[in-house]
Nanobody
Framework: QVQLVESGGGLVQAGGSLRLSCQASGRIRSIFAMGWYRQAPGKQRELVAI???????NYADSVKSRFTISRDNAKNTVYLQMNSLKPEDTAVYYC????????????????WGQGTQVTVSS
């Protein structure tokens, strides 16, 4: 019902920057929350940043002041600007949308992207 396409991952040196994008498609009327999560090898998936439709944001302590999340509601797209990257930021980054209202439906849904690899070399 909701498809997510992520882009922008890659290999970067420590101190560098990357910008992730995630576009949602489908019969979408509105999206309450859009967020980024990450999972490093051998670790659990964790929240990186989230933004609501009211533009409230929340960040993991480890990325505060380095990462910025934003969204374009007209394009159903969420972005994650990552600056001052560290080797410990290396992970697969997943996009998530929650509280998605669809046309011709009374229920809300959520969805995950396929993940994009971010590798930070020291």
């Amino acid at each position: 019902q909701v498809q997510l396409v992520e882009s922008g991952g890659g290999l970067v040196q420590a101190g560098g920057s990357l910008r992730l994008s995630c576009q949602a498609s489908g019969r979408i009327r509105s999206i309450f929350a859009m967020g980024w999560y990450r999972q490093a090898p051998g670790k659990q998936r964790e929240l990186v940043a989230i933004i609501t439709d009211g533009s409230s944001t929340n960040y993991a302590d480890s990325v505060k002041s380095r990462f910025t999340i934003s969204r374009d509601n007209a394009k159903n797209t969420v972005y994650l600007q990552m600056n001052s990257l560290k080797p410990e930021d290396t992970a697969v980054y997943y996009c998530n949308v929650d509280g998605v209202r669809l046309y011709n439906s009374v229920r809300s849904v959520s969805s995950w992207g396929q993940g994009t690899q971010v590798t930070v070399s020291s």
